[in-house]
């Protein structure tokens, strides 16, 4: 096994390694913004517009767009226009290697091994050889696979931002061996990071009912319809997923969630309800989940049932802690219990902006105000466009008198507010009420 420094630093070679051939035509320019964009079909469009006019094209952007669609005839011809005009290409090489693997002509892989200067590649040396024999196929792909694997997962680094790459890489996995179906899996999750659900869809579903990796695939096959707009259309589609795979938790659970997120509560309760019967790992979490639920169909009783359900099982989730907290607090009951509650969700994520309003709104009503003012004031350096933290915070001047400012803050969530937030109209109130007096 190769050390992932190792892999990693192949990985930039292969980056750096692009030579352009580039004119000023539009098609040229077109070409490079559909690439930026993952437009590989549009790339290859352009491509064929620019050769029947004879403009010297950046072949590079062309060949791995025809890798990553799956035209391999159209790549075949664009490596050997690359290799014409650099023969030390290494991403015109690999596709040449592949082939000359999949058709068995060892002595062309051996040609293509070493560069002008008969030198060895060390990316082509891991990929293709092991103690100078020519790999298997299942272990070429595996390395092309590996790279990928290593590369998009040090998110620290900016190359694993580099999408086009690693799909041309997962691709020639794929390609020189179409039974690697965890590349195949991995490539849809590429499409999907990059939103090209359509083709991230295309690609899950070549992966067959045996393989370890068909539930997942399906599942994501769901979560991507759940982004889409069109409610009955989304509806229809996961369900038929959840019947094709036996009402599988994880996909029943998306459609759940899709309920959740488009406000369909009864819906989105009734699921979980049946989610909460199979007593998942994540039990605290689907209990959360459709608290949430009834606390936003106007049902307090139930949601507190379920958040407290939810700490019995986890006592120490910082989200769960916070939204019975906060509960409590708009209700003005079990003060002290709450702010013992959001002081332990704080300290566990500090950075929620969510929990230090709580927190704050807390302070506000244990009277404390000017620890309160602080806090919120924190709030709104962190999201300064929150609109319920801008009218906590205005509530919390006018309790200290500081009643210019109260409504400086007031009218602006006013303004900011969403429907969502169904602050407008007790804003309104309080403004009202203070023009009055």
Request: charge should be negative; include cysteine; glycine fraction near 2%.
């Amino acid at each position: 096994m190769i050390k992932n420094s190792k892999i990693l630093l192949y990985f930039l070679i292969l980056l750096f390694s692009k030579t352009i051939y580039a004119s000023s035509s539009a098609s040229f320019l077109i070409s490079q913004t559909a690439f930026n964009n993952y437009d590989f079909v549009q790339v290859l469009s352009e491509y064929t517009n620019a050769q029947n006019r004879e403009y010297n094209n950046d072949y590079l952007d062309e060949l791995i767009s025809a890798v990553i669609i799956e035209n391999i005839e159209e790549a075949e011809k664009i490596s050997r226009k690359i290799l014409s005009e650099d023969s030390n290409n290494q991403e015109a090489r690999l596709l040449m290697m592949v082939k000359s693997i999949n058709s068995k002509n060892y002595k062309k892989l051996e040609d293509l091994r070493v560069d002008e200067d008969n030198q060895k590649n060390d990316l082509f040396e891991f990929i293709f050889f092991l103690n100078n024999e020519i790999k298997s196929k299942i272990d070429i792909s595996n390395s092309f696979l590996e790279i990928v694997r290593s590369s998009y997962t040090k998110q620290s680094s900016n190359y694993t931002q580099n999408y086009n790459f690693l799909l041309f890489y997962s691709s020639l996995a794929v390609l020189i061996n179409n039974e690697n179906y965890e590349a195949t899996f991995i490539k849809g999750q590429l499409l999907q990071m990059i939103d090209d659900y359509f083709f991230a869809e295309a690609t899950y579903l070549k992966i067959p009912e045996e393989s370890q990796y068909f539930i997942d695939a399906q599942r994501n096959i769901a979560f991507n319809y759940s982004r889409e707009n069109i409610f009955d259309d989304v509806e229809n589609k996961i369900k038929l997923i959840i019947k094709k795979n036996n009402d599988d938790y994880e996909i029943k659970k998306i459609l759940a969630d899709f309920y959740r997120i488009e406000k369909k509560f009864d819906l989105a309760i009734k699921i979980y309800s049946d989610l909460i019967l199979q007593s998942p790992n994540d039990l605290w979490y689907t209990y959360y989940l459709r608290g949430i639920c009834y606390e936003q169909s106007d049902n307090w009783k139930n949601a507190e049932l379920d958040f407290l359900q939810s700490l019995k099982i986890k006592r120490d989730s910082p989200n769960v802690l916070n939204y019975l907290a906060y509960g409590w607090l708009e209700r003005d009951i079990r003060i002290n219990e709450s702010f013992v509650m959001l002081t332990d969700a704080y300290d566990a994520n500090p950075d929620s902006h969510y929990i230090l309003d709580s927190l704050a709104w807390a302070y506000f009503k244990k009277k404390d105000y000017l620890k309160a003012a602080e806090l919120m004031e924190k709030v709104i350096d962190m999201v300064p466009g929150e609109a319920i933290s801008l009218d906590h915070l205005g509530d919390i001047y006018f309790a200290m008198n500081r009643k210019r400012e109260a409504v400086y803050f007031w009218r602006q969530a006013k303004d900011l507010a969403k429907p969502e937030d169904e602050i407008t109209d007790k804003i309104q109130i309080k403004l009202k009420e203070y023009d009055a007096s």
